[in-house]
T-cell receptor, first 114, second 112 residues
Framework: GNSVTQMEGPVTLSEEAFLTINCTYT??????LFWYVQYPGEGLQLLLK?????DKGSNKGFEATYRKETTSFHLEKGSVQVSDSAVYFC?????????????FGIGTKLQVIP | KAGVTQTPRYLIKTRGQQVTLSCSPI?????VSWYQQTPGQGLQFLFE???????NKGNFPGRFSGRQFSNSRSEMNVSTLELGDSALYLC???????????FGPGTRLTVT
């Protein structure tokens, strides 16, 4: 079946540091890939997405590139802010068991300190 | 456009009781998915409904059930509650053709 692997964290960074959260996946066919963010006490929000190989999704300074050859979709941001502290989920949508479904990673908690 | 709404936001129940949670999707969205979120297990998929039919199901016992109404609103029911059912239950809606999901704020269920 499909699966998504990401570091659990927490990842602790100082403000303005560079962020990378790794995400790798296993899937058949050509899944779409997503990053979601969950702020404390809230549901998940779609942060960015990519639907085919070599696509780059970007939003709010975050970027991720769909790399089919390495089955990866790493999240990056050049300069994090305290307000970026949240849990980040990598996800894919693809066929599994005959149906299209969404599979989430475990989530990576990011703490940004001033 | 109004977002996904879930009611109630917080719930405290006793072991053995049953509970019903409600989710209203974004207008025009026909797919509603339910997830259980716990610190140890992360996000676990419960089931997905599309046009009043269950289209996908995760690996949860039969105590967890759901349904979807003709207006796309969905409910999930948990019978014979156990302490381990304490979790944040998230509902997500999508058009059903794209799997870009929009989440509600969740219902925090505590079982004592």
């Amino acid at each position: 079946g499909n699966s998504v692997t990401q570091m659990e964290g927490p990842v602790t960074l100082s403000e303005e540091a560079f962020l990378t959260i790794n995400c790798t996946y296993t899937a058949t066919g050509y899944p779409s890939l997503f990053w979601y963010v969950q702020y404390p006490g809230e549901g998940l929000q779609l942060l960015l997405k990519a639907t085919k190989a070599d696509d780059k999704g970007s939003n709010k300074g975050f970027e991720a590139t769909y790399r089919k050859e390495t089955t990866s979709f790493h999240l990056e941001k050049g300069s994090v802010q305290v307000s970026d502290s949240a849990v980040y989920f990598c996800a894919l949508s693809g066929r599994s068991g005959g149906y299209q479904k969404v599979t989430f990673g475990i989530g990576t908690k990011l703490q940004v300190i001033p | 456009k109004a977002g996904v709404t879930q009611t109630p936001r917080y719930l405290i129940k006793t072991r053995g009781q049953q509970v019903t949670l409600s989710c209203s999707p974004i207008s025009g969205h026909r797919s509603v998915s339910w997830y259980q979120q716990t610190p140890g297990q992360g996000l676990q998929f419960l089931f997905e409904y599309f046009s009043e039919t269950q289209r996908n199901k995760g690996n949860f016992p039969g105590r967890f059930s759901g349904r979807q109404f003709s207006n796309s609103r969905s409910e999930m029911n948990v019978s014979t509650l156990e302490l381990g059912d304490s979790a944040l239950y998230l509902c997500a809606s999508s058009t059903g053709n794209s799997y870009e999901q929009y989440f509600g704020p969740g219902t925090r269920l505590t079982v004592t």
